[in-house]
C-alpha cells in the first residue's frame, strides 16, 4: 500500500479507538465502575487487527496468520478479565483512584473517569497494537519466511503460557484455603508476574511476523510500550506494596523469585 493508504488505515484505527472509548466510559460513568475496561482493552486490540484487515490489501497469509493469532490472545484474555470482574466486582485500584479524585480535587465520577482511566486508553491501545496495523500494509515480501514462522510460534507460546497461568492463579484463589496466602507453585514460583511474561512474549511473537515487511519494522513501539506498561506503570508495581503488607511470606516469595523473566527460585538466607 502506498503512504497514503496506511496513514489513511492507521487513523481510522485511532478514530474508532477513540468511539469505542468515549462509549464504554459512558457505560462506566452510568455503573460507576471503569474495571470492565481492561477487558475491552484486549479485545480492542483484536478489534484493530479486523479493521486493519477489512481495510489493508496487503500479502493475505500474513494477514491472517496476525489476525488468527491476535484475535486468540485477545478473546482468550478479555473473556478472562471479564468475567474475574463479574466474579469479583470493581478493581480495588479504580475505588481507591475514583475516591481520591474525589476528595483531593473535587471530581465528580465523570471527570475522573474520563481523565484518569479512560483518557489515555485510545493512543495506549492503538500504538500496543502497531504490529497487527503496520504487519498487514505492506505486500512484500508475498510470502512467510524463517522470521514469521518463528514469530508465530512465539506468539503462540506466549498466549498458552500466560492462559496457563490466569488459570493457575484462578483455580488457586477459588479455594477457600488459599485466601491470605501467597502462590508460589507451578508458573508462579518461576516468575512473579508469568501471565506479564506471557503477555510480552505474545506480543513480541507478533511484531517478529509484522517486521518481515518494511512497514512491520517500525511497529516496534508496540511491544516495547507494553513490557513499561506492565513492568513499570500499570502491572505488578500498583499491588506489590500492598501484598508485602498483607501476604504473610511475601517478601520472601520477591527475594527468591524473578520478577518477570521465569528462572529457578533462589534460596533465601535465614
Known amino acids: 500500500m502506498l503512504l497514503p493508504a496506511i496513514l489513511q488505515v492507521l487513523a481510522i484505527n485511532f478514530a474508532l479507538c477513540v468511539a469505542g472509548f468515549l ?9 460507576r465502575d471503569p ?15 479486523i479493521s486493519t484487515y477489512v481495510q489493508a490489501w496487503g500479502y493475505r497469509p500474513r494477514q491472517q496468520l496476525l489476525v488468527a493469532l491476535c484475535c486468540a490472545w485477545a478473546v482468550r484474555l478479555g473473556l478472562h478479565l471479564f468475567l474475574r470482574w463479574r466474579a469479583h466486582g470493581p478493581d480495588r485500584r479504580y475505588v481507591r483512584m475514583m475516591e481520591k479524585a474525589k476528595a483531593e480535587r ?57 492462559a496457563i497461568a490466569d488459570y493457575q492463579v484462578t483455580v488457586f484463589r477459588s479455594n477457600p484455603a488459599n485466601a491470605g496466602k501467597v502462590l508460589d507453585s507451578g508458573l508462579w514460583r518461576w516468575s512473579q508476574h508469568p501471565n506479564y511474561f506471557g503477555d510480552i512474549i505474545s506480543w513480541i511473537g507478533l511484531y517478529l511476523i509484522a517486521a518481515e515487511t518494511h512497514s512491520g519494522l517500525l511497529a516496534l513501539p508496540g511491544p516495547v510500550l507494553l513490557t513499561l506498561i506492565l513492568t513499570r506503570y500499570s502491572g505488578g508495581s500498583t499491588y506489590e506494596r500492598r501484598l508485602a503488607k498483607t501476604r504473610p511470606g511475601y517478601d520472601d516469595y520477591q527475594r527468591r523469585t524473578s520478577s518477570l523473566i521465569p528462572w529457578p527460585p533462589k534460596p533465601v538466607e535465614v
Open 106 to 162: 473535587g471530581w465528580g465520577y465523570g471527570q475522573a473517569s474520563l481523565r484518569l482511566v479512560f483518557l489515555l486508553q485510545a493512543p495506549l491501545m492503538w500504538t500496543v497494537a502497531l504490529p497487527v496495523q503496520l504487519g498487514q500494509v505492506d505486500c512484500t515480501p508475498a510470502r512467510i519466511g524463517w522470521l514469521g514462522w518463528t514469530g508465530a510460534a512465539v506468539s503462540a507460546f506466549g498466549i498458552l503460557y500466560e
Open 35 to 49: 474495571t470492565f475496561v481492561d477487558s475491552f482493552w484486549a479485545l480492542g486490540m483484536g478489534g484493530l487487527a
Open 23 to 31: 462509549i464504554l466510559w459512558l457505560i462506566a460513568w452510568a455503573i
